[in-house]
């Protein structure tokens, strides 16, 4: 897969990824299936915020290991928040596709990048750009368990093609 094909992959990514935030209800965003898990809130703020900062480093160089880290999610009740969870979703696959686009093939077929301590880690650039994805993934299916649990009929159609059982086809464009 090029670069180009890994950008429409991102974008199709976007665009499912929404479809679960959309869904999420909003008295729940601060559930979690278990004492010292994840509540929603933070799950959402993570997936979305998973995507941009990550590929930012790599296309970049410009990595926060060792940093404050991201700022915590907001506290905005239910709607509110599932709103500005959107918003920040939506910016950090505009953060992402602008670095992957401005990156040159050549980068991203044979070039490698360096994550400083703790990481110390020096891998493909195309390595490192899919691991960030599969990170994302891990999270969504994350979510989708925690819609299964709430009783929520996801199944994986929604995940793969943004199906939602009893609901129509949603249009989420790609291939």
């Known amino acids: 897969m090029n670069r180009r094909d890994y950008l429409d992959y991102l974008s199709r990514l976007e665009r499912l990824t929404r479809v679960l935030f959309e869904i999420v209800p909003p008295d729940r965003v601060d559930w979690a299936p278990a004492e010292g898990m994840m509540p929603i ?94 990170h994302h993934l891990n999270h969504r299916m994350q979510l989708f368990v925690y819609l299964r649990i ?6 994986t159609a929604l995940l793969y093609r943004g199906e939602w059982r009893g609901g129509e086809m949603l249009d989420i464009g790609g291939k």
């Not at 799950?43 to 970049?60: E, F, Y």
């Not at 926060?64 to 506290?75: D, L, T």
């Not at 920040?88 to 994550?115: I, K, M």
């Open 41 to 134: 809130r933070l799950l959402l703020w993570h997936i979305a915020q998973s995507i941009g900062g990550g590929i930012h480093a790599v296309c970049t160089g410009q990595w926060q290991v060792g940093s404050k880290g991201p700022p915590p999610p907001p506290e905005h009740e239910g709607r509110a928040f599932l709103q500005e969870a959107l918003a920040e979703l939506d910016r950090q696959f505009a953060l992402a596709s602008a670095d992957v686009a401005a990156l040159a093939d050549a980068v991203y077929e044979n070039g490698t990048a360096t994550a400083p301590p703790p990481l110390s880690t020096t891998q493909p650039v195309r390595r490192w750009l899919w691991s960030i994805v599969e």
């Open 150 to 155: 709430l009783g929520i009929p996801v199944d």
